[in-house]
């Protein structure tokens, strides 16, 4: 069974950085397109940005300047740059992968456990 496992959250002040990574576990063939998502309390979850195999990338227009998606497919592990933080940028933020090609088959809408960012003003 796939497992993608978030990290890098934390807390930051207003106009800072961090790094998020989402790691990819198990027998993977191929991995399509992977997003990122966030929600923040008492919201509905939001798609943050997109990255296709080819490395293609979509953001949001409330990231879009500010944050860099990326990945590495040699790793199975996808990234997101977060610059310029602000208060609003705050929520647990999630990977997803539509479509995972591995040993066993296909594995559809496959999320990790989140990491929570926290921007403090």
């Known amino acids: 069974q796939v497992q993608l496992v978030e990290s890098g959250g934390g807390l930051v002040q207003a106009g800072g950085s961090l790094r998020l990574s989402c790691a990819a576990s198990?027998?993977?063939?191929?991995?399509?397109?992977m997003a990122w998502y966030r929600q923040a309390p008492g919201l509905q979850r939001e798609l943050v940005a997109t990255i296709t195999t080819g490395g293609s990338t979509n953001y949001q227009y409330f990231v879009k300047g500010r944050f860099t998606i990326s990945r590495d497919n040699a790793k199975n592990t996808m990234y997101l740059q977060m610059n310029s933080l602000q208060p609003e940028d705050t929520a647990v933020y999630y990977c997803?992968?539509?479509?995972?090609?591995?040993?066993?088959?296909?594995?559809?809408?496959?999320w990790g456990q989140g990491t929570q960012v926290t921007v403090s003003s």
């Open positions: 198990g027998r993977i063939f191929s991995i399509d397109t």
């Open positions: 997803n992968a539509p479509r995972i090609v591995t040993n066993r088959g296909i594995e559809f809408d496959t």
